[in-house]
């Protein structure tokens, strides 16, 4: 077990973990360029050259579930970038108001009420096909992050991290400190948890040197998936193959990716 202070350490408290079957093939492990945004998106930079985790159409998104987007915290939420997910009803996103978000709600149908306000909503026949496409996109992925071959093995805290493919020796891992990855603008992180993921409440991923939070994934298999506690701060892409739960006060620099559903309580979420 790693000591307390350092970057990881295994959760004790996960039981009976089942892996969320993802259903998509594996794709490439390495962007080839920035992704065509949609018309009047806020989608944001993507992560582009050697060892990135392409992200296909899916880049064009903050959020992409396959279950939908729950949200709670009297409706304080801000979010900067489109949303979506498929292939649930688009009614699986009413929690999320057109006031909480600067950007796009994508649905497979025309179900979204919001608070009753639906003019952030898109759920004609061809969103539907746009956030079908992105989610299998996010699926692609979340595979290619997967297939990556390590170059490092349990990263910790005690000094700033430089970039790499990391993973761990033990399952279930937990951010315990603040944590410093130190880089450039063309530096990638890409750390592979097979796993569950937490981030204590009130620690901070901090990037350093130029480095940019589209170059930096999570990829996390476990069948719990992503705890984000009460005021932390994460930088990066969240490509989970199971849920997503950020506490309250919990904000994102990046993208949250989910095989199933997010949980969201009066957070701060920003595409780069």
């Known amino acids: 077990m790693n000591k307390l202070g350092n970057f990881f350490k295994p959760l004790t408290w996960f039981t009976a973990l089942v892996l969320a079957a993802l259903v998509a093939g594996c794709g490439g492990d390495e962007g080839t360029g920035s ?9 944001g930079a993507v992560c582009t050259g050697a060892n990135c985790v392409n992200l296909l159409t899916a880049g064009n998104f903050v959020i992409l579930t396959s279950a939908g987007i729950t949200n709670t915290g009297g409706h304080t939420t801000a979010i900067t970038g489109d949303i979506g997910s498929s292939p649930i009803t688009g009614a699986a996103m009413d929690n999320v108001f057109c006031s909480e978000i600067t950007g796009t709600i994508y649905g497979v149908d025309a179900a979204y009420t919001g608070s009753g306000d639906a003019s952030c909503y898109a759920g004609s026949p061809a969103d539907k096909t746009t956030v079908d496409n992105a989610v299998a996109d996010m699926l692609t992925a979340y595979n290619a992050a997967v297939a990556m071959t390590p170059t490092g093995t349990d990263p910790t805290c005690a000094a700033p991290i430089g970039p790499g493919v990391y993973n761990f020796s033990v399952a279930n891992i937990t951010l315990v400190a603040d944590c410093t990855l130190a880089g450039s603008a063309t ?32 990829q ?53």
């Not at 990638?188 to 589209?214: E, M, R, Y």
């Not at 309250?248 to 920003?270: C, E, F, K, P, Q």
């Open 220 to 272: 996390v298999g476990g069948g719990v998936g992503v705890n984000i506690l009460a005021g932390a701060h994460m930088e990066g892409v969240i490509l989970a193959a199971a849920g997503i739960n950020l506490v309250t006060g919990a904000t994102l620099n990046g993208r949250l990716y989910s095989g199933t559903a997010v949980a969201l309580d009066a957070n701060a979420i920003t595409v780069p």
């Open 187 to 218: 530096d990638v992180w890409v750390f592979k948890i097979t796993g569950n993921l937490q981030q204590n409440a009130g620690f901070s991923v901090l990037l350093t040197g130029g480095a940019l939070p589209q170059n930096v994934f999570w």
């Open 35 to 43: 992704v065509p945004a949609l018309p009047g998106s806020a989608a």
